[in-house]
């Protein structure tokens, strides 16, 4: 049974993270204290959720060694630059209240109110000061969030180190295809957000019929795909039921179903 997934600088990571898009700082305490009770020793925030405070508070409170626990944080979408990623970087772990982080991510290739518009350059030097914070140890693992082929493809030219992940919106109806097999071929790990579409997959009359045939709920279904597809789910929550239930995976889903979900309709589209 996969367990873990493993980035191409040999760091390894539990094959679920708990994302907190959307988790309020004030429920942000509850909400992950709950995840770790439950197992969940991965968790994925970003300084753009606003929620580093209480998910750090809830991290130092539980009773597991640092090491034991995978963080994972984001540099806003809006920052790009050399000095302003360092900075970024210096807030984040003084608000998550660590002294360094497993994962950092540029959030976006652009910035969120300006989707589409080209920042190459901008993303070459934030790139620049992670490979330096993750040269000094501030920093197990850089990645990045949200990038195309094209994006990914301008750092891997300009820059050393190979991103080790890109997490991007992945669910049964939107499978990214031609982006998971650029990631595959450089060894990127894709880690997938969003895998009920925000809650929006579990309504599918085909995804509830085939979620009873192997006799676990819809939710279980979609994020069971995203592992036999090769990615890594970040599924959210903040009801401990629903928190348990997410991360009770243990079956697998056959071939022929995985091209039955590979085929059905973006919920979103
Ligand atoms: P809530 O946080 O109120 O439990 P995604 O992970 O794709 O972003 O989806 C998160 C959304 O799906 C949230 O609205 C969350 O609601 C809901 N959700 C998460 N897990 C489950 C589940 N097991 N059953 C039903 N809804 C769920």
Same mark, same amino acid.
């Given at each position: 049974?996969?367990?873990?997934?493993?980035?191409?600088?040999?760091?390894?990571? $539990?094959?679920?993270?708990?994302?907190?898009?959307?988790? $309020?700082?004030?429920?942000?305490?509850?909400?992950?204290?709950?995840?770790?009770?439950?197992?969940?020793?991965?968790?994925?925030?970003?300084?753009?959720?606003?929620?580093?405070?209480?998910?750090?508070?809830?991290?130092?409170?539980?009773?597991?060694?640092?090491?034991?626990?995978?963080?994972?944080?984001?540099?806003?979408?809006?920052?790009?630059?050399?000095?302003?990623?360092?900075?970024?970087?210096?807030?984040?772990?003084?608000?998550?209240?660590?002294?360094?982080?497993?994962?950092?991510?540029?959030?976006?290739?652009?910035?969120?109110?300006?989707?589409?518009?080209?920042?190459?350059?901008?993303?070459?030097?934030?790139?620049?000061?992670?490979?330096?914070?993750?040269?000094?140890?501030?920093?197990?693992?850089?990645?990045?969030?949200?990038?195309?082929?094209?994006?990914?493809?301008?750092?891997?030219?300009?820059?050393?180190?190979?991103?080790?992940?890109?997490?991007?919106?992945?669910?049964?109806?939107?499978?990214?295809?031609?982006?998971?097999?650029?990631?595959?071929?450089?060894?990127?790990?894709?880690?997938?957000?969003?895998?009920?579409?925000?809650?929006?997959?579990?309504?599918?009359?085909?995804?509830?019929?085939?979620?009873?045939?192997?006799?676990?709920?819809?939710?279980?279904?979609?994020?069971?795909?995203?592992?036999?597809?090769?990615?890594?789910?970040?599924?959210?929550?903040?009801?401990?039921?629903?928190?348990?239930?997410?991360?009770?995976?243990?079956?697998?889903?056959? $071939?022929?179903?995985?091209?039955?979900?590979?085929?059905?309709?973006?919920?979103?589209?």
């Amino acid at each position: 049974k996969e367990k873990t997934f493993v980035f191409h600088n040999g760091v390894e990571l $539990p094959n679920i993270g708990f994302g907190t898009w959307q988790i $309020p700082n004030e429920e942000a305490y509850a909400a992950v204290t709950m995840a770790l009770k439950n197992g969940y020793t991965h968790i994925d925030t970003a300084l753009a959720y606003k929620n580093e405070e209480n998910v750090g508070k809830a991290i130092k409170d539980f009773d597991l060694p640092r090491e034991e626990i995978f963080i994972t944080s984001k540099l806003p979408a809006q920052i790009k630059g050399y000095n302003e990623t360092l900075e970024a970087f210096n807030t984040t772990i003084t608000n998550l209240g660590v002294d360094y982080l497993d994962l950092y991510l540029i959030h976006a290739p652009w910035p969120w109110d300006a989707i589409g518009t080209d920042h190459t350059e901008g993303n070459i030097q934030s790139w620049k000061a992670m490979e330096k914070l993750y040269n000094d140890g501030k920093i197990r693992a850089i990645g990045v969030s949200n990038f195309t082929e094209s994006d990914i493809q301008a750092l891997i030219d300009a820059c050393d180190i190979v991103p080790m992940v890109n997490q991007i919106p992945f669910y049964v109806g939107h499978d990214q295809e031609d982006l998971l097999t650029f990631c595959e071929k450089h060894n990127i790990v894709v880690e997938a957000y969003s895998p009920l579409a925000t809650g929006q997959t579990l309504n599918s009359p085909e995804i509830k019929e085939m979620a009873k045939k192997y006799g676990v709920t819809p939710a279980q279904l979609c994020i069971r795909y995203c592992l036999e597809r090769k990615t890594l789910p970040l599924p959210k929550s903040t009801h401990e039921e629903r928190i348990i239930e997410n991360s009770q995976l243990d079956f697998t889903i056959s $071939p022929e179903d995985v091209e039955k979900l590979n085929a059905v309709e973006d919920v979103r589209k």
